[in-house]
């Protein structure tokens, strides 16, 4: 996976310069809304994100990409042992989480599968 598929960012959204499209924001966009149980995705959130870029004419023929700047925070319920960090409900009725997964491998497994699809 490429070096240019991450970055750092701050948390306050008055950090940030205006968008030039709508955002999704959080909690819609965040990896329990994506990984709603172990191994079953749901990309209609991050699909509709690159579909408001397209609009936006951030789209790049020459290249056919599509530049995004998103945030993958939280965990999900399900990769953790003890969920007593999970307060906040996600945009697919699951838990939002605030401790990193109990394995690596469940967000490297994310990663993998988000860059797959916005490959394909």
Same mark, same amino acid.
């Given at each position: 996976m490429p070096a240019t598929f991450f970055a750092i960012s701050p948390?306050? &959204? #008055?950090?940030?310069?205006? /968008?030039? *499209? #709508? $955002? /999704? +924001? @959080?909690?819609?966009?965040?990896?329990? %809304?994506?990984?709603?149980?172990?191994? !079953? =995705?749901d990309f209609s959130i =991050?699909?509709? @994100?690159?579909? !408001?870029?397209? %609009?936006? +004419? /951030?789209?790049?023929? %020459? $290249?056919? &990409?599509?530049? /995004?700047? *998103? &945030?993958l925070g939280l965990t999900p319920a399900w990769a953790l042992a003890n969920d007593s960090t999970c307060t906040r409900p996600s945009a697919n009725g699951g838990e939002n989480c605030t401790a990193p997964p109990d394995s690596l491998r469940f967000w490297s497994s994310l990663l993998d599968t988000l860059v797959g699809h916005s490959t394909a």
């Open positions: 948390i306050r &959204t #008055g950090d940030f310069p205006p /968008l030039p *499209m #709508g $955002t /999704l +924001g @959080y909690p819609g966009f965040a990896w329990p %809304a994506i990984e709603f149980a172990k191994d !079953q =995705y =991050y699909d509709s @994100y690159v579909d !408001q870029a397209v %609009a936006a +004419g /951030l789209y790049d023929p %020459a $290249t056919h &990409t599509v530049e /995004l700047s *998103m &945030t």
